[in-house]
């Protein structure tokens, strides 16, 4: 049974940065493409970034672009989001996300289209 597990959420101030982690078990980590989503109070799940199976495509929301950055380690099982000059805007819940795909290169921005979810990661910026 695929199991995925974030880690690194907490409260930093305006500007700061924080690394999520997600590490996957119960699936093959190197066929899945890999999906951060966030959802803050009273709002609707959104996409925030995406990285490919093969690690080599990458994708993110307008919101975050040139500020996040994410990554994977396919020998850990691991994604990651490096989130730098965070803003109160991104405080959410940050959940990460896998597709099963065929395509090495492909990242997906859809909620409906991930297979598996993450129990999340708080994240709280204070201004």
């Known amino acids: 049974q695929a199991e995925l597990v974030e880690s690194g959420g907490g409260l930093v101030q305006t500007g700061g940065s924080l690394r999520l982690s997600c590490v996957a078990s119960?699936?093959?980590?190197?066929?899945?493409?890999m999906g951060w989503f966030r959802q803050a109070p009273a709002k609707e799940r959104e996409f925030v970034a995406a990285?490919?199976?093969?690690?080599?495509?990458?994708s993110y929301a307008d919101s975050v672009k040139g500020r996040f950055t994410v990554s994977r380690d396919n020998a850990k099982n691991a994604v990651y989001l490096q989130m730098n000059g965070l803003k109160a805007e991104d405080t959410a819940v940050y959940y990460c996300?896998?597709?099963?795909?065929?395509?090495?290169?492909?990242?997906?921005?859809?909620?409906?289209?991930?297979?598996?979810w993450g129990q999340g990661a708080q994240v709280a910026v204070s201004s």
């Open positions: 990285v490919s199976r093969s690690g080599t495509s990458t």
């Open positions: 996300a896998s597709h099963n795909t065929f395509t090495s290169s492909a990242t997906f921005n859809r909620l409906d289209e991930y297979d598996n």
């Open positions: 119960g699936l093959t980590f190197s066929t899945h493409a």
